[in-house]
């Protein structure tokens, strides 16, 4: 294994012991508190005091810095063949109050590989937007934020359940791709926002034609290149169970689409909009990805540290954690 693997294995590794820490100590309590994205005491600034992991260390989204991400040739690729599967599938598309949700049932889509510890099968899918072209995604890629991101998420198949998962370390897998304006329709999308009209309201639910998930998405999927992280739900209750793996592709999507997201309304009657989480510090997390670097002038454009490096910032991570939560 060439050394570079060597210490990718090494602070991923370490990455799980920092959950192992996080996910059991005593102070994972789930509260049935009130929350919003608004600037209120229900807002985003105050999850922590009703909800105490979203206080955590590895908490998402994050801001991807592409110099600062390390190339990780060890790194796979996911198998979405089972993503194609319609027979047998339900689909449920729903509007959550803040978010718009595709929900499934029946027969299992499973997400393999991308260095996964288990498949992963596919509960729902939803987005993040906001109320114009320039906000609405949770990650922001080099302090950019996009229009509009989507979040396929997974469970760890032999947790059995979508609850057992929520509060287990690694137990949920989530996709995420990030959107950007285009000048042509994303026919694609059009499947399924010709359903839209039928949930305008809060908690209102429509039964659609089941459609195969990668027709929402662009690039190669077969070699599909993605950012990968440790972090956590974008909302509360905030577990810190969460494989993070953000495509580098973007989905593109055009100007009235996205106008068809914002005519959905929340539970205050008004119109759907800016429903995303502020970027969380990144606390020395390690983000890799399976993107080959170009060279310039040759040096490679992702940021790489020394050996010695890695290994000190795995021993202060470490002792940040054990020494607040232990």
């Given amino acids: 294994m060439s050394t570079v693997g060597s210490i990718v294995n090494l602070v991923n590794l370490s990455s799980f012991v920092l959950a192992l820490i996080i996910m059991s100590s005593d102070y994972l309590v789930v509260n049935a508190e009130e929350w919003s994205y608004e600037n209120t005491d229900t807002g985003p600034k105050h999850w922590k005091e009703h909800y ?110 979508f609850s057992n998962a929520l509060s287990h370390p690694f137990g949920l897998a989530v996709l995420g791709f990030l959107f950007e304006i285009s000048a042509e329709n994303n026919t694609q999308l059009d499947s399924l926002l010709q359903h839209f009209s039928k949930i305008e309201e809060p908690d209102i639910k429509a039964e659609i034609e089941p459609f195969p998930p990668t027709r929402l998405l662009s690039g190669n999927k077969d070699r599909l290149d993605f950012y990968r992280y440790f972090g956590s739900l974008t909302t509360p209750p905030c577990y810190e169970s969460v494989i993070w793996s953000l495509s580098t592709e973007f989905i593109p999507i055009s100007v009235p689409q996205m106008t068809l997201f914002r005519t959905l309304h929340n539970e205050k009657n008004e119109h759907l909009v800016n429903g995303y989480r502020p970027v969380q510090a990144l606390n020395h997390r390690l983000v890799t990805t399976t993107r080959r670097p170009t060279m310039r002038c040759g040096v490679r454009s992702y940021h790489m540290e020394t050996s010695l490096s890695f290994i000190l910032l795995i021993d202060l991570a470490i002792e940040l954690v054990t020494s607040q939560y232990m």
């Fill in 52 to 161: 105490p992991d979203c206080g955590g260390l590895m908490q998402s989204p994050i801001n991807i810095e592409s110099d600062k991400v390390l190339y990780d040739q060890n790194l796979n690729y996911f198998d979405l063949s089972s993503y194609s599967i319609t027979r047998g599938v339900n689909m449920t598309l729903v509007n959550k109050g803040h978010t718009a949700e595709v929900q499934y049932t029946g027969e299992d889509m499973i997400l393999k590989g991308g260095n996964l510890p288990d498949d992963y099968k596919l509960v729902q899918f939803h987005f993040h937007w906001g109320e114009d072209d320039i906000m609405g995604s949770e990650h922001l890629l080099n302090d950019e934020r996009f229009p509009m991101e989507m979040h396929l998420v997974h469970y760890q198949s032999k947790l059995f359940n």
